[in-house]
């Protein structure tokens, strides 16, 4: 009898060491999958010399891209921001000649730029152009000839 004891104490605590603690896969799930998402500038490459019009072509990993309307999770489109660095989180991006808004679901333009030094930013926003904030932008330095 003891020793059935003993075996039943050995195996509840080798069951009870090799259990995974409770939520951890979601809080893991998360964050991986929000480490995933970014927007990136195919090109031009950061440092570029580039003439006018500039060709650009956005990348986009983790999250999809439909035309602006309605806000739909893990869902939006591109904007390009002419010097500046992002938008802020949850902050809609108005149109302007430094904010250009491709809420068609359009992933390349040409920019017409005049020449000199500019940083180009990539921002991802919803179907409302609310920004998804720095984690969904990325920006390169280039100059136009």
């Not at 809609?92 to 920019?111: F, K, N, R």
């Amino acid at each position: 009898m003891k020793k059935l004891f003993v075996v039943l104490i050995i195996l509840n605590f080798s069951i009870s060491c090799n259990r995974k603690p409770a939520n951890t896969d979601n809080k893991l799930d998360v964050t991986v999958k929000e480490l995933a998402n970014k927007v990136y500038f195919k090109w031009p490459k950061d440092k570029s010399t580039v003439s006018s019009p500039v060709f650009v072509d956005m990348g986009l990993q983790g999250m999809e891209i439909e035309p602006a309307g309605k806000v739909n999770l893990g869902f939006g489109h591109h904007h390009i921001l002419i010097n500046q660095k992002y938008w802020p989180k949850g902050s809609v991006i108005p149109m302007s000649d430094s904010t250009l808004h491709y809420g068609q679901g359009q992933t390349d333009a040409s920019l017409d730029l005049p020449p000199g030094e500019y940083i180009l930013s990539l921002q991802f926003a919803d179907g409302v152009h609310a920004s998804y904030g720095k984690e969904m932008s990325s920006s390169i330095k280039i100059k136009v000839e």
